[in-house]
């Protein structure tokens, strides 16, 4: 963050010139927030089985309370008829609410192409995890109108190499999570096509060897992206502040929040993993195995929150790395996306930073349109 006041003049969606001000700096103003790991929040489910087109709508003014702009929607391993109809309709919310489509950059599927192991599989049901199968991609793709940008699968399954290869001549990005993968396993997918790692240091065993092992292989890896979680369970902070430092221009703070995000505590019967708790400090995991998370309950803004206020980076670091890094993993930074300056749409948010560390969103514009305002 500078200490530059200006007025951010707009039309026609797009930002037109930063007009130097001599006001006094009433709020900060910074790029939307993208999450590109989103399975639902504040009670609404990507991955209900029932999920309707209203269902994804709400799922996103959800987002915009808290600064999220674009997000990726995320549908984790389950049946194929389930998460068909979570793709569709996913897509359909698209089709028919603008701000919907202009807020969603692509379906994120994640699994089920993954380990079957305890410990990496993570909350994924072990019930329907598969072999890669691109006749099951192709007609996730045909459900989604084109619209899958990323897919999360363990390079270790058997035909994952030539599916990696197949998502890579179409434009798609193939990350890799969920995994037991040798470090040899790792650099052949990287070579095949992959660029990403999916909440890196989860969907792994309680207990690994010290090194190697497939966590230190994809740090390791210049040429993979990696998604961290910053809610303080995923990863403690020390562990938070070491990635970031190693990953540099490619570290992307996500925050794989489930539909429990924003809700009391106590324990939930879900769909895709049975009996859940919400522990009263925001700490969700199997009811059945307390060391396993069951995704985050924290949204982004809080995320980039623990992150500052634990000293790791600065607020404004944080913001860059949920706008411009994402937006760069995502080629949208061609389009302007992720900054804000003459020319980029104007997606940005509108917030009250605070002595500690914290922040509070004030309001979020998505191509120059108020969509939140406290």
Known sequence: ???????????????????????????????????????????????????????????????????????????????????????????????????????????????????????????????????????????????????????????????????????????????????????????????????????????????????PNYIWAQLAEDRLWAGLIPDGFHLPMSTLKVMIRAKGRKAILTSDAVHLAGMPPGRYHTHINDDVVLEENGFLHLASTPDILAGSSTPLHVGIQNAAKAGIASLGECITMVSLHPAELFGLDREGVGTIQAGSPADFIVYDHHADGGWTILETVLGGESVYHL
Request: charged share 20%; with cysteine; net charge neutral.
């Open 1 to 211: 963050m500078t200490g530059q006041t200006v007025t951010v003049v707009v039309e026609d969606g797009k930002v037109v010139r930063l007009q130097p001000s001599n006001k006094k700096v009433e709020h900060w103003i910074a790029p939307g927030l993208i999450d590109v790991q989103v399975n639902g929040i504040g009670g609404f489910d990507l991955n209900d089985a029932q999920l309707t087109v209203d269902t994804v709508r709400q799922a996103a003014a959800v987002l915009h309370r808290g600064g999220v702009t674009r997000f990726c929607p995320t549908v984790v391993t389950g049946s194929k008829e389930r998460m068909l109809h979570c793709i569709g309709t996913i897509a359909q919310s698209c089709e028919s609410d603008p701000i919907v489509r202009n807020s969603v950059i692509g379906i994120h599927v994640e699994g089920p192409f993954i380990s079957a192991e305890d410990g990496p599989r993570g909350a994924h049901n072990l019930l329907y995890v598969r072999d890669p199968d691109w006749m099951e991609f192709l007609e996730w793709n045909e459900a989604a109108g084109g619209r899958i940008c990323k897919v999360t699968l363990a390079p270790e399954k058997p035909g994952a190499i030539p599916f990696i290869k197949n998502l890579r001549q179409l434009g798609i990005i193939a990350s890799i999570g969920h995994t037991a993968a040798s470090e040899e396993q790792i650099q052949a997918a990287v070579s095949a096509g992959v660029t990403m790692s999916t909440h890196l240091g989860n969907g792994a065993h309680p207990y690994i060897k010290r090194h």
